[in-house]
């Protein structure tokens, strides 16, 4: 055969031929031979995809003509041009051989996955990226005919939400941001000294008790609760204070539906001249009404903290009966909310504070409590299992 007769009609035809019997001997003239083989890929390619490239059976049949075992393209290339080649030639077959198999099964898996067709019968071989690839983004996937389609439905990613629990400290927060107060933060690691000592919590307090606290070491605990941030901030800044802590908090408790050893607390404190108790009362009201919703009633029960004195537990009217009485607030009317008081002035001198200058106010609360509440959850844990069925309905 006469080389200028080439390339044959169907260049998928001339790997039927032996180079010799093809009169090709040199390198420029294979890769020749070459590119028109890959030319009529892409032309195969592209007329599967107008006419037909979620049949199945047309795939294959694609398939079968480059990749099949017996008569395809790769395979004839492999016995008629490489067995019999040059051994000059044989290297730059063998690479070209390869590149075009590649190219053909990677095309043939595009068409797979754009069209769902299931990887049989024939597993496609992938050739793995070289380890030092292993990290970088893969190239975009180009469609078969080269064009991209930009009517196909793009990659949906699931978008997150802000967890629940985070949306209800930035509730809090924001309301507190409104009434000039400003966020600070201490460790969930945390010393004896600040969580205990300085807030006049003294050594035999129960709840200094091994049952209550996360001991790391005889020096060292989980806090146990937000207000250890209360005295770190005096140390820092000097008054006018408000400020608010939302952060976490650790206690040694059993979880069930109501108890989780880690939870969140919202701490809060307000130090200046002439702060009285009127102004706890009122900063809290406005707080309850505005987190809450504006019936809401609190009421101011006499309690008891080591740090603050006078004390008290706050109350909200049940939001659940309409403070009628219900299962909820076991028939009171009323559900227990959280702590508070007037700063004990016994902490003053362990921030180096003039006692008779200045008083103020804090206050903690329970986040998970509060997000129970408002939005109706039966179960502590839900917070903490990071079951998406639950999630996604605080969206
Ligand atoms: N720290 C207390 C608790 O965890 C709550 C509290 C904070 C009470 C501030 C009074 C003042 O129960």
Not at 107 to 112: D, E, T, Y
Not at 285 to 296: H, I, N, S, T
Request: hydrophobic share 40%; proline share 7%; aromatic share 10%.
């Amino acid at each position: 055969m006469d080389s200028a007769d080439l390339p044959p009609s169907d260049i998928t035809e001339a790997v039927q031929h032996t180079l010799e019997e093809l009169g090709i001997h040199d390198t420029p003239r294979l890769q020749e031979l070459f590119s028109q083989l890959a030319n009529q890929l892409q032309k195969d390619m592209a007329q599967l995809a107008e006419t037909g490239a979620g049949e199945p059976e047309k795939l294959e049949a694609l398939r079968v003509r480059w990749l099949g075992r017996k008569q395809g393209v790769i395979r004839s290339i492999n016995d008629n041009w490489l067995r019999s080649a040059s051994p000059e030639l044989k290297r730059e077959i063998g690479q070209l051989l390869n590149a075009l198999r590649e190219e053909a099964e990677r095309q043939i898996l595009v068409v797979k996955r754009a069209e769902g067709i299931p990887m049989t019968p024939a597993p496609v071989t992938v050739t793995p990226a070289p380890v030092t690839a292993r990290w970088s983004i893969p190239e975009p996937t180009v469609f078969v005919t080269g064009a991209l389609d930009i009517t196909l439905p793009g990659t949906r990613r699931a978008v997150g939400v802000r967890h629940i629990l985070r949306r209800v400290m930035d509730e809090i927060t924001e309301i507190f941001f409104s009434l000039g107060y400003s966020v600070e933060e201490g460790p969930d690691i945390e010393s004896v000294y600040y969580n205990f000592e300085a807030l006049n919590i003294p050594e035999d307090h129960p709840a200094r008790d091994d049952q209550d606290t996360f001991y790391i070491d005889s020096r060292t605990v989980l806090r146990t609760h937000t207000s250890s941030v209360q005295i770190r901030t005096m140390e820092k800044l000097q008054p006018p204070l408000r400020i608010i802590v939302p952060g976490k908090a650790y206690r040694r408790d059993t979880p069930d539906a109501t108890h989780s050893p880690m939870f969140h607390q919202v701490e809060g404190l307000a130090v200046d001249t002439h702060i009285t108790f009127a102004d706890l009362k009122g900063t809290l009201d406005y707080f309850l009404k505005a987190f809450f919703g504006p019936e809401v009633r609190t009421r101011f029960r006499p309690s008891f903290f080591p740090f603050t004195e006078p004390s008290a537990e706050v109350d909200i009217s049940c939001l659940f009966c309409g403070a009628r009485g219900c299962r909820i607030c076991k028939q009171s009317g009323w559900i227990e909310l959280m702590g508070c008081g007037m700063v004990d002035p016994a902490l003053y001198p362990h921030v180096h504070y003039e006692a008779s200058r200045y008083s103020g106010f804090a206050f903690g609360m329970g986040v998970e409590r509060l997000a129970m509440l408002k939005y109706g959850v039966q179960d502590i844990q839900l917070f903490f299992q990071g079951d998406v069925r639950f999630l996604r309905q605080f969206r």
